[in-house]
């Protein structure tokens, strides 16, 4: 069964830069479309940003000209680089397909202070 983990979290002041990593177990990135998500307590899952399987990236109003997503096929590997940090940003981040189809992980704290 694929297992998602995502790492790169942290505590970082407004304006600061972090970059997110998602790396799976069980299942080639490559053959799919990937996304990254967010959630705040209270709140439904976010899509943030989005790399269909061709390589065009979507990102939601919020983010877009501050987030990309990228991916390493050799490295089986998801990314998120974060510019340009907004408390509003915090959340916790998750990774998955699309349609959030593999078990989600334990996502990864962004925290971002003003």
């Known amino acids: 069964q694929a297992q998602l983990e995502e790492s790169g979290g942290g505590l970082v002041q407004a304006g600061g830069s972090l970059r997110l990593s998602c790396s799976a177990s069980?299942?080639?990135?490559?053959?799919?479309?990937m996304a990254w998500f967010r959630q705040t307590p209270g709140k439904e899952r976010e899509l943030v940003a989005r790399?269909?399987?061709?390589?065009?990236?979507r990102y939601a109003d919020s983010v877009k000209g501050r987030f990309t997503i990228s991916t390493d096929n050799a490295k089986n590997t998801v990314y998120l680089q974060m510019n340009s940090l907004k408390p509003e940003d915090t959340a916790v981040y998750y990774c998955?397909?699309?349609?959030?189809?593999?078990?989600w992980g334990q996502g990864t704290q962004v925290t971002v202070s003003s």
């Open positions: 998955n397909d699309l349609y959030g189809q593999i078990p």
């Open positions: 069980g299942r080639t990135f490559s053959d799919y479309s």
């Open positions: 790399i269909y399987f061709a390589g065009t990236t």
